[in-house]
């Protein structure tokens, strides 16, 4: 499915609970699923929100490769990002329980931003996260975590697991401080439509709120009504529920 740069640059200008609230209303999954769970943390909370089409990996380093190794060269992987329709975003499941050693460095996350890439997600650690910073590159991860270890890329491109959202290469994924959520591909353009709308219906009440000037719960109860009314009519009209 094609998904338009200009497309893929208004799901950037949302953060992640504004996107996630707008997928709701679709009714294309149900509300406890679709998105990472809280071991998944941005290591810069202050980047803004990046949007991307999943590259997936699986990494292990605690114990040294098998017959001289299966460590995939970037080649595969950057192959990977040339097929995607838009910016990839790099996404690995640790297998090792618990990490034992840093998934990226300076070295990676340089070489995936050379060629594209919105970010990386890992289950597992990472480390340069000074370096990192610098290079303006997002990443997410379990952790942190000082040596590499005996890195291993088990196998590139096949579904993944990761704060507990099964992941497949091509997925579309969302990013902020907030955390991760995959935007379905078949409703990606609709979403920028509906989204000032949602935002127009919860600023009923964030706009009261935010307000100066006394306030009165009665009022607050009637623009609370309001919003999920609001609410409502968009899901009446774009849920696939039907």
Avoid at 110 to 130: K, M, P, V
Avoid at 138 to 148: E, K, L, Q
Avoid at 203 to 225: Q, S
Wanted: charged residues 20%.
């Amino acid at each position: 499915m094609t998904i338009s740069a200009e497309t893929l640059k208004k799901l950037a200008s949302y953060d992640t609970p504004t996107i996630s609230n707008v997928i709701e209303v679709f009714d294309v999954c149900p509300r406890n699923q679709g998105y990472m769970d809280g071991r998944i943390k941005a290591a810069y909370p202050e980047m803004e929100p990046t949007v991307g089409f999943a590259v997936t990996t699986a990494f292990r380093a605690d114990a040294p490769p098998v017959d001289g190794g299966t460590y995939c060269s970037f080649k595969e992987q950057l192959e990977l990002f040339a097929a995607q329709p838009g910016p990839a975003m790099m996404v690995f499941q640790d297998l090792d329980d618990p990490a034992v050693a840093a998934t990226f460095g300076e070295v990676m996350c340089s070489t995936y931003q050379a060629f594209g890439a919105a970010g990386l997600i890992t289950s597992g650690g990472g480390r340069d996260l000074e370096q990192v910073r610098a290079l303006g590159f997002p990443v997410f991860t379990g952790g942190t975590i000082c040596s590499h270890g005996y890195s291993q890329w088990l196998h590139v491109g096949l579904p993944v697991r990761v704060g507990g959202l099964i992941v497949e290469t091509g997925n579309l994924l969302h990013a902020d401080a907030n955390g991760v959520t995959n935007i379905p591909l078949e409703i990606a353009s609709e979403i920028v439509d509906v989204a000032p709308e949602y935002i127009a219906a919860e600023e009923l009440v964030i706009g009261y709120n935010k307000a100066p000037g006394e306030k009165n719960i009665a009022e607050l109860v009637e623009r609370a009504v309001a919003c999920k009314a609001a609410i409502a009519e968009i899901q009446r009209r774009v849920s696939r529920a039907k």
